[in-house]
C-alpha cells in the first residue's frame, strides 16, 4: 500500500513538473515568436511608425523671388505674414478656443469651432494674416494653437500692369502672367528638415538646420517701363470710361530691339484680391484675344505688292465710287472714291483700293508674306496663354478670301502679333522676337538668363520700309483718317482701323459691333516707340482714327517727354535718310579698307539699324545688347570675326 501511494504520488509530481514545463516552453516560444515578429517581419512597419510618432519633417519653403521693371523698380514682391494653425487633439474646449480668436482672425466663431473639432491632428485656421503684436501674444497663450511665418505675394502698384504680371495663390505657386511662366526660377527650392518631439508633441531639434537653407527664389527684370506703363493705363482707361468699351488693349514696344515698354489690358484687376474679380479681368488681351484687324492690315498688303514690284506708291487704281463686285460679294468704301493712287488708298483707307491691290499681287504672294509677318503663328513671346491667330490656308482661298483679307477680314491677329509686323516696317524690315523679361539673376545679383534681340527674319527691304514710312505719315496728315494721332513736335506714321467682329453664332457679323484701332510708330523716320490701341466695342463714335487715335497721342507725348526724346529739327526728314545712305556707305568701305574682310569692323557709335545692315552685308551674326548709339563690342574692332557665335555690341 506505502508503496504504491509513493509511486502515484511521483506521478502526479512528474505530471505537475512537465505541465509547468510545458507552459514556460508554450509562453516563452510566443515571446521568442513575438519578438522575431517585431524585430524581423514588422520591423520596417514598426520603424516608420515611430519614426511618425518622434519625428517631424518641415516643408521649408524659400522666400520667392521679386519681380523688376527695366529701372529696378519693384513690381512684385515677397513678405513675411502670419499663419494661424491648430492641433485640435491638444484643445480641451473648442468652444472656448474658437471663442478667443474669432475676433483676432476676422472669422466666425462657429467656422473656427468646425475646424477644431475636425478629426485631424494638424489644421489652418488662417493663412497669411496681418497680426499685431497683442493680437501674437493672444495667440500663443492658447494651448493647441501656435503661428507659423509664411511668405506672402505682394503687388507694391496695385493694378499697374497686373495682367502681365499675374498672380500667386496661398502656397506661392505662380497662376497667371510672369508669375506662371517663371514659376519655376521665382519660387527658388524648398527644403526638408527632421525634428524630434518631445512627449507633448513640441519640437525639441532639427538635423541639419544650420547647415542647410533652401535655394531663394531668383529675380526677375522685366523689359516693362513703369513709367511707360502708367501713362499707357491712364490714357487707355480714360477712352474706355468715355466710350463705355467693353474692353481695350494698348501694346508699346521698341521697334528696334523687340522689347515690350507697355502691355496694358482693360478691364484689369488687383493681384493683392484677385479673388475678388473673374478670369475675364485677368486675360492679358494683347496676348490671348484674338480679332479681325481691319484696315489696319492694309498697310502689310501694300507693303507686299511694293516688295514684290506689284504697284508702285504713285499707281493709280479706279475705286468704282464706293461699290464693288467680286464674285457674289459687293465691297463699300464709307466714301465715294474716283481714282486713287497707292498712297491715297492707304491715307484715305480704301477697301476697294486694297482689294484691287490684293488681286494684283495675288493669293500666293500675299499668302507667303503675311505668313513672313507672323500671321497665322504665335510670337513665342515669354508669357502663358499666347493665340497663333488664324490664316487661312491658302488652297482654301478664293477670289472673296483674297478681297475681304486684303483689307483686314476673315483673318484674326492678336495685338502682340500686329505690333511686332509693324515694328517690322519701322525698323527698316526686321522681324523681331518680342520679348518681356530682359534677365534673371541669382540670390547673388549673377544673372542667370538673359536675353537679347532676335531677328527672326527680314521681311521687306529698307527701301520698301522708307516708302511705306512715307506713306504712312500722310494718313495722320490734313484729309488723312489718323489725324487725331498726329503730334506737334514729332512726325508720326500710323494706320487706322475700324473692323466689325464677327458673329460666330449665326455667321456674318454682328450689327454696331466694332474693334476701333490705331498703330503707328514715333517719330516716324528714326522710331523709338511703336504702339497699337485697340479699343473692343465702343458706344458712339466707332471709327479707329477717332477712338483709338487720341489714346496713341497721349501715350506717345507722355513717353517721348520721359524718354528723353526732342523735337525733330526742320527739314530731318530726308535728310535722316540721306545720311543713313551715307552711313551706310562710308561705314561699309571704312570698315573693310581699315580692318580688312575677315576683321570685326568699327561700331562706335552707329546705330542698331546700321549695325544689322553692316553685319547682314558682311554675312555675320550680331547679338544687340540695348539701345540707342553703339559703346562697345565683342571682339573689339580689327580682331577676327569669330569662327563660333556673334559679335555682341552694346548700345546705350
Known amino acids: 500500500m506505502r508503496k504504491r501511494g509513493t509511486k502515484s504520488s511521483s506521478q502526479y509530481l512528474n505530471l505537475r513538473i512537465y505541465l509547468v514545463l510545458g507552459f514556460f516552453i508554450l509562453f516563452f516560444s510566443a515571446i521568442l515568436f513575438r519578438a522575431f515578429q517585431l524585430q524581423v517581419l514588422d520591423t520596417k512597419d514598426l520603424k516608420s511608425m515611430a519614426m511618425r510618432q518622434h519625428k517631424r519633417t518641415v516643408n521649408v519653403q524659400s522666400k520667392r523671388g521679386d519681380i523688376y521693371d527695366r529701372n529696378s523698380k519693384e513690381l512684385a514682391v515677397s513678405i513675411e505674414v502670419d499663419s494661424v494653425y491648430a492641433q485640435p487633439g491638444k484643445i480641451e474646449s473648442p468652444r472656448s478656443a474658437a471663442k478667443a480668436l474669432a475676433p483676432v482672425l476676422s472669422m466666425d466663431r462657429r467656422e473656427i469651432e468646425k475646424k477644431i473639432r475636425s478629426a485631424t491632428n494638424f489644421v489652418w485656421l488662417k493663412r497669411q494674416v496681418d ?101 499707357a493705363e491712364k490714357a487707355l482707361r480714360k477712352a474706355v470710361e468715355a466710350s463705355g468699351a467693353k474692353a481695350a ?8 530691339t523687340g522689347e515690350v515698354l507697355a502691355m496694358a489690358s482693360m478691364p484689369t484687376f488687383d493681384p493683392n484680391d484677385f479673388s475678388s474679380t473673374t478670369p475675364r479681368h485677368w486675360r492679358n488681351r494683347a496676348v490671348t484675344d484674338v480679332f479681325e484687324p481691319g484696315s489696319v492690315f492694309k498697310l502689310f498688303l501694300i507693303s507686299a505688292a511694293i516688295e514684290e514690284n506689284a504697284v508702285r506708291p ?43 491691290i490684293g488681286d494684283r499681287l495675288g493669293k500666293n504672294r500675299l499668302y507667303r508674306y503675311l505668313k513672313a509677318y507672323g500671321f497665322g503663328d504665335k ?46 516696317v519701322a525698323n527698316g524690315g526686321f522681324l523681331m522676337k518680342p520679348y518681356v523679361v530682359k534677365s534673371v539673376r541669382d540670390a547673388n545679383g549673377k544673372v542667370v538668363s538673359e536675353t537679347n534681340p532676335t531677328i527672326v527674319r527680314r521681311v521687306i527691304s529698307e527701301e520698301t520700309a522708307r516708302k511705306m514710312t512715307d506713306m504712312l505719315v500722310s494718313v495722320t496728315h490734313e484729309g488723312g483718317t489718323g489725324v487725331k494721332a498726329s503730334l506737334d513736335e514729332f512726325e508720326v506714321a500710323g494706320k ?106 568699327d561700331f562706335t557709335g552707329k546705330t542698331v539699324r546700321s549695325v544689322l545692315r553692316m553685319a547682314k552685308g558682311r554675312s555675320f551674326d550680331v547679338n544687340v545688347m540695348g539701345s540707342g548709339k553703339a559703346v562697345s563690342q565683342k571682339p573689339a574692332p580689327g580682331q577676327n570675326l569669330p569662327t563660333k557665335g556673334p559679335v555682341v555690341v552694346f548700345f546705350q
Not at 190 to 196: L, N, P, R
Open 131 to 231: 497680426l499685431r503684436d497683442e493680437e501674437r501674444k493672444a495667440v500663443a497663450e492658447l494651448e493647441g494653437v501656435g503661428i507659423m511665418k509664411e511668405s506672402r505675394r505682394y503687388y507694391p502698384n496695385r493694378q499697374l500692369a497686373s495682367n502681365l504680371i499675374g498672380f500667386t495663390g496661398l502656397d506661392a505657386n505662380g497662376l497667371e502672367g510672369i508669375e506662371l511662366h517663371y514659376d519655376g526660377m521665382l519660387k527658388g527650392a524648398s527644403h526638408k528638415f527632421v525634428g524630434d518631439r518631445d512627449a507633448r508633441g513640441r519640437m525639441i531639434v532639427f538635423e541639419d538646420f544650420d547647415k542647410t537653407v533652401p535655394v531663394q527664389g531668383m529675380e526677375v527684370e522685366l523689359t516693362i517701363d513703369k513709367t511707360i506703363q502708367y501713362v
Open 249 to 256: 488693349e494698348v501694346l508699346v514696344m521698341n521697334p528696334t
Open 314 to 356: 504713285q499707281d493709280g487704281f479706279f475705286c468704282e465710287n464706293g461699290s464693288y463686285g467680286v464674285a457674289d460679294r459687293v465691297f463699300h468704301d464709307h466714301d465715294k472714291y474716283g481714282w486713287l493712287t497707292v498712297a491715297q488708298i492707304i491715307k484715305y483707307s480704301s477697301n476697294i483700293g486694297s482689294a484691287k
Open 379 to 424: 510670337t513665342g513671346i515669354d508669357l502663358p496663354g499666347e493665340s497663333a491667330g488664324s490664316l487661312r490656308p491658302l488652297k482654301n482661298w478664293s477670289d472673296v478670301t483674297l478681297a475681304t483679307i486684303s483689307f483686314g477680314q476673315g483673318v484674326s491677329v492678336t495685338g502682340l502679333q500686329l505690333i511686332t509686323a509693324l515694328s517690322a
Open 496 to 601: 487706322t482701323g475700324t473692323a466689325q467682329k464677327p458673329d460666330f453664332k449665326h455667321g456674318g457679323y454682328l450689327k454696331g459691333a466694332f474693334v476701333a484701332s490705331f498703330f503707328g510708330f514715333v517719330p516716324a523716320r528714326s522710331p523709338r516707340l511703336a504702339i497699337l490701341v485697340a479699343i473692343d466695342e465702343p458706344n458712339g463714335e466707332h471709327y479707329g482714327g477717332t477712338i483709338a487715335g487720341p489714346v496713341f497721342k497721349e501715350i506717345a507725348e507722355k513717353s517721348l517727354s520721359y524718354m528723353g526724346v526732342f523735337r525733330e529739327r526742320k527739314g530731318s526728314t530726308k535728310v535722316e535718310f540721306v545720311e543713313a545712305d551715307a552711313a551706310k556707305s562710308t561705314a561699309k568701305a571704312g570698315s573693310d579698307e581699315e580692318f580688312g574682310p575677315a576683321a570685326v569692323p
